[in-house]
């Protein structure tokens, strides 16, 4: 025949390829000569399509059954996902049949057993469904069947009550197979009996499936050219059969992961007897027999094993991998391990191991993976173990290994992984922890290490996992870890920590970091839900704050009373008959005012109040400061000593310059806060109870509260001030005072009263003590200042405490 109608439907199917190296595929040449494509020499005929590898895509056209003297078909490594046509079982003379490693779906075609030379027959990876063909029993020249990672499964026919296989039985038939690949399915049933018959079996591999039942006791036996034999990951149980033995040239044995049982999972010393057997393979290399129940001790007989194997042995110098892991041996460790130079990987992780770690694992000097955690080694991690400097990943967790970490095991600079969690391991964490540059997963959690952090893991800058949880740790944590970019999981629950949370880097991730069970950390981000960090320098003295603090407002409260009742007291004593005025306030003619005051110049006015205005000036005669009120009406005014340290408000709340010209650098400690609320206290207990005529200030606030030079308090603005004498029997329509200083009684139109003035009073010592102003902007919403404190008493007292009292010993 001729390619006139190409069996891929050129051109059509052609044009999607875009494949340079289908450009030959033209008419200007025969198609003998085009790229792939191989002839005969008689009767130029194709005898071989070869388009592998060459990133083709779409279906396989089904003109490819026109090609009937075809022997290789090889369309392997392509994007084809289509069906497989069934006019592939027309091509009687085919031999090779490469389709793997596409996208190809469907079924394999019943038909295929038309392809009677069939030799080799290759459909792994891709996307096939369905039953392995019965009809393949026909292809008795099959040597190699590899349908390796599909979908294939099956349906049990009525016919066989439920007990037949999904490996059909017809493969037995096939007396020429070399190779049996239907590993990565989802095939179920048993290893049928019949499969012995293929003596000349070489590969074997049904890996990864759902197949049952008991391997054949006579398996090594009628298998006696076995190279490979993988059925890990399946649900095989029963004994290893002796027979295994009989494979001498067995390379690789795989049969993990299963569920083998009765004598062999009976955790009794004979368990791994069976690995004797196997000293007749001797070109073995690979053994893997994990996750199955084997119990016992490690018998001696590893040592008489195959001198080429590579993996699973316990002697001989070719040795590289030994992988035992989810097993219940026992024992120790067998001294002749200490032969295995070449040893590079040693599993035994999850058994029953126990005695000390072995001196010998310090001449394993090829080591690079040492997992023996799982077991129940006790005693000190030995400090040999920094011999193996090839080491990357150590595993020594979930022991009873005691003592310090050794300083020496700093020397495994190669270090990627480091597991020595849930032991019995005390002290601090080494300085040399610093040396394992190039680690990226630590865990030391559920050990008994104690101290802080050491300065020198800042050098772990590669870390992504990090576990010192359950331990006695303690101090801050360290600032550098929140410069851990590549940081993705941080644990540090359940020890000493205290201070200051980070908040940056992985700290940003309350799901990426757990810091559970340290009562004393503050700060962090608020999904950590911590309280506010109180400043360093107060740590010294927080004691004596907190007992101090606990009892400040009635503590001060407790004080004007006392003040009250001196004055009650004193008021018993004669009151002079001379005029206040007289004794105290100095005579001064307008002139000398007018000097003083730059003729009472607006930049020396101070303040504007409802009866007159205040300036402030310097009198020439003795360069004294004063104030002088100019009343609105007459223009007349009186003299009062000038307050050098302005008032109270620029105190609490500082300002760059007070509005008396004075730059105010420092802020009231505690003491100075004290004698304010005292002398306040004195002041309001002279106008409500020693003047002859009881006085009601009405605008008790900080900015009416002057300081002198001795910072002495002085009450001043007595604007809104009234005689107790004239209220009575009044209501006042007009609100007097400052909003938020003044009680609701005031704004609802009741008289003014000495019990207003108190009100105003507790609420001046809420702002002196908290630095906070009633009429700040986080009062809203019905939330005042008096509100505010009273949630936080007495527990939170310091969180509401004005911060500049927390720090005054650093002041």
């Not at 119990?295 to 110098?317: E, Y």
């Not at 809104?720 to 006042?732: C, I």
Request: one cysteine or more; charged letters at 15%; glycine letters at 8%.
């Amino acid at each position: 025949m001729t390619l006139k109608h190409s069996p891929f439907d050129t051109p059509k199917p052609l044009r999607s390829f875009r494949c340079a190296q289908l450009n030959s595929w033209n008419k200007s040449i025969g198609f003998c000569q085009w790229h792939g494509v191989t002839c005969s020499r008689r009767h130029q005929r194709v005898t071989v399509l070869d388009l592998s590898s060459q990133r083709l895509s779409g279906s396989i056209s089904p003109h490819i059954g026109n090609l009937s003297f075809i022997r290789e078909l090889l369309l392997q490594n392509n994007s084809f996902n289509d069906e497989i046509p069934r006019q592939i079982g027309q091509l009687h003379c085919l031999r090779i049949l490469g389709l793997h490693n596409n996208s190809l779906i469907g079924e394999i075609p019943k038909n295929i057993s038309g392809c009677l030379d069939l030799v080799m027959l290759s459909l792994r990876n891709n996307h096939l469904i369905g039953e392995i063909p019965g009809d393949l029993g026909s292809l008795l020249k099959l040597r190699r069947l590899d349908l390796y990672a599909n979908n294939l499964f099956g349906s049990v026919p009525s016919s066989t009550g439920n007990l037949s296989s999904l490996i059909p039985q017809v493969l037995g038939q096939l007396s020429n197979l070399h190779l049996i690949g239907i590993g990565f399915n989802r095939l179920s049933g048993t290893i049928q009996s019949s499969l012995l018959n293929l003596s000349s079996l070489i590969m074997f591999d049904v890996a990864r499936n759902q197949i049952q039942g008991t391997l054949s006791v006579g398996i090594g036996l009628k298998l006696p050219n076995l190279e490979f034999f993988s059925v890990i990951e399946n649900q095989l149980e029963g004994p290893i059969p002796p027979s295994i033995s009989n494979c001498t040239k067995l390379d690789v044995l795989q049969i993990g992961s299963n569920k083998f049982s009765g004598k062999l999972g009976s955790g009794k010393p004979e368990d791994l007897s069976f690995i004797c057997s196997l000293t007749n393979s001797i070109k073995l290399e690979y053994v893997s027999i994990g996750e199955n129940k084997f119990g016992g001790v490690l018998p001696k007989c590893l040592g008489n094993l195959s001198t080429s194997l590579k993996a699973f042995s316990t002697t001989m110098n070719q040795i590289f991998v030994f992988v035992m892991n989810l097993n219940h041996l026992s024992g120790v460790i067998p001294s002749n391990f200490a032969n295995l130079q070449n040893l590079k990987i040693l599993q035994v992780i999850d058994n029953n191991l126990r005695g000390i770690i072995p001196s010998f694992f310090g001449n394993l000097t090829k080591l690079i993976e040492l997992y023996i955690g799982g077991n129940n080694f006790h005693g000190q991690i030995p400090s040999y173990l920094s011999n193996c400097r090839s080491l990357d990943l150590l595993d020594l967790s979930n022991n009873n290994l005691s003592g310090v970490l050794p300083i020496e095991v700093g020397n495994l600079r190669n270090l990627i992984v480091l597991d020595i969690s849930n032991n019995l391991l005390v002290g601090e964490i080494p300085s040399s922890l610093g040396n394992y540059i190039a680690l990226t997963s630590l865990r030391m959690g559920g050990n008994f290490f104690h101290g802080s952090i050491p300065q020198s893991s800042r050098l772990l800058g590669g870390i992504e996992e990090l576990d010192l949880s359950c331990n006695n740790l303690s101090g801050q944590i360290p600032e550098f870890l929140a410069t851990f970019h590549s940081l993705k999981l941080l644990n540090l629950s359940h020890n000493k920590f205290e201070g200051m949370l980070p908040r940056e880097g992985v700290f940003k991730n309350a799901t990426a970091t757990s810091i559970v069970g340290n009562n004393e950390l503050c700060g962090g981000m608020p999904e950590f839900h911590l309280p506010n960090c109180i400043s360093k320098s107060f740590e010294s003295v927080r004691i004596n704050i907190i007992i101090f603090f606990a009892f400040v407002i009635p503590g001060v409260l407790g004080m004007a009373l006392n003040a009250a009742l001196i004055y009650l007291f004193r008021v018993k004593k004669k009151v002079p008959n001379s005029s206040f005025l007289d004794k105290i306030h100095m005579k001064i003619s307008y002139e000398t005012l007018l000097k003083a005051t730059k003729g009472f110049s607006s930049t020396n006015l101070i303040s504007v109040g409802s009866f007159g205005s205040v300036y402030k000036g310097i009198l020439q005669d003795n360069g004294t400061f004063v104030a002088v009120k100019v009343l609105h009406l007459a223009r007349r005014g009186f003299n009062l000593q000038y307050m050098v340290n302005g008032s109270l408000k620029c105190w609490l709340h500082p300002c760059t310059t007070s509005s008396h010209g004075n730059k105010l650098s420092k802020k009231l400690n505690f003491i100075w806060r004290i004698n304010i609320a005292i002398d306040v206290a004195f002041a309001l207990d002279y106008l409500h109870h020693q003047c002859p005529i009881p006085i009601v200030h009405c605008n008790l606030k900080p900015s009416n509260i002057l300081l002198d030079a001795e910072m002495v308090t002085h009450v001043g603005d007595f604007g809104s001030a009234k005689f107790l004498d004239t209220l009575t029997n009044q209501m006042s329509s007009l609100v007097r005072g400052t909003t938020g200083y003044i009680p609701l009684e005031y704004a609802m139109g009741c008289n003014a009263s000495r019990e207003g003035d108190v009100y105003s009073y507790g609420i001046l010592l809420l702002e002196i003590f908290t630095g906070l102003s009633p009429t700040n902007n986080t009062f809203r919403d019905n939330l005042t200042l008096h509100n505010f404190v009273a949630e936080a008493l007495p527990e939170r007292v310091l969180e509401i405490t004005d911060i500049f009292l927390l720090q005054e010993k650093e002041n």
